[in-house]
């Protein structure tokens, strides 16, 4: 019925993403001087282009309106590789869309997402593709879905789960999923939502990350901006501080660094590894205007890795 065994599902959401940038310090309530731009986005999307950038074969399980916008996000999604023959096409639906307002340095002030397709991804849909699911090497889910679709899909699949809460109020939506999931990636904030602890400094955020790993998460990646990337399983820790870097923008950086984290787990690469790589694609992707960087590409990502000078600070077996 669907595509060929992929080696990673995606279920979540493909949008089309209306930027604007300001070229000037951001104005409240005025008319800001910039430069607006269309392109395709959405997390489970952003994350599948990726993928397929690093050459991995990846199905995408997504939403799409009959309208225009999804005519061209799944045209753009067949041109890139992913497979959405597993994807739902709602007739009469808008596409879902992402509206969003950086500042002069790209850094994200502002956001409005209208994604309410993604209420069409329904138990019955999902059932239909459990099989091709469970058939997978990983399946990522986007913290886009549903407490209770979520719940059913963690329920249901026997692959690896992989997902990054997005933000503190969707990373309240897989609190109850967090034993069924093998590698979470959040920002300190994301992480406190989940543990109902403080994680701000470093002694807590461990604290709190210990939480997650008792209640069944294998892997854990906690992004603390300057403060660098703490990683821990149930063996070690460790604590990397990011190379200095120009940013361009940093919407996408997290995406790209899921891709790259399901890339080195499809590798087999060690926990301090998947770390440096996941550092190493978010960085490529900061130095691009766009959401996905084009360079993206498995030479790209361990040259990169090479490269750049992420510190190891901590660690401990």
């Not at 059932?127 to 549903?146: F, T």
């Not at 906690?222 to 919407?251: H, I, K, M, Y």
Request: aromatic share 4%; glycine share 8%; charged share 20%.
């Amino acid at each position: 019925m669907f595509g060929g065994r992929p080696q990673v599902v995606v279920v979540g959401g493909a949008n089309m993403d209306i930027c604007g940038r300001a070229t000037n310090s951001l104005l409240a309530y005025d008319s800001n001087l910039g430069l607006v731009r269309t392109t395709h986005g959405g997390v489970g999307r952003n994350i599948s282009h990726n993928l397929a950038l690093l050459g991995v074969t990846v199905s995408l399980i997504a939403p799409f309106g009959d309208d225009r916008a999804g005519k061209e996000l799944m045209d753009g999604c067949h041109k890139l590789g992913i497979d959405t023959s597993a994807s739902v096409v709602v007739e009469g639906a808008a596409s879902s869309s992402y509206l969003f307002i950086t500042d002069a340095a790209g850094e994200m002030q502002l956001a409005i997402n209208d994604m309410a397709i993604l209420d069409e991804l329904t138990d019955a849909r999902l059932a239909e593709r459990l099989e091709l699911m469970n058939s997978a090497d990983i399946v990522v889910l986007d913290a886009n879905l549903s407490e209770a679709t979520l719940e059913w899909l963690a329920a249901h699949i026997t692959a690896p789960i992989f997902s990054d809460p997005i933000s503190c109020a969707k990373a309240a939506r897989l609190k109850a999923v967090l034993p069924h999931i093998h590698t979470l990636k959040p920002n300190a904030y994301e992480l406190e939502t989940l543990s109902n602890k403080p994680a701000r400094e470093l002694p807590d955020v461990k604290q709190a990350s210990t939480s997650l790993l008792k209640r069944g998460v294998k892997r854990l990646f906690v992004s603390r901006g300057e403060q660098g990337l703490f990683v821990a399983d149930n063996t070690q820790e460790l604590v990397l501080q990011p190379a200095s870097s120009e940013v361009v923008s940093t919407t996408g950086a997290g995406d790209a660094m899921m891709a790259a984290l399901i890339w080195a787990e499809l590798q087999g690469a060690n926990l301090e590894q998947a770390a440096r790589l996941g550092m190493a694609a978010a960085e490529l992707c900061s130095r691009s205007e766009y959401t996905v960087n084009p360079q993206m590409s498995a030479t790209a990502l361990i040259s990169h890795m090479g490269e750049h000078t992420a510190r190891l600070i901590e660690e401990r077996t």
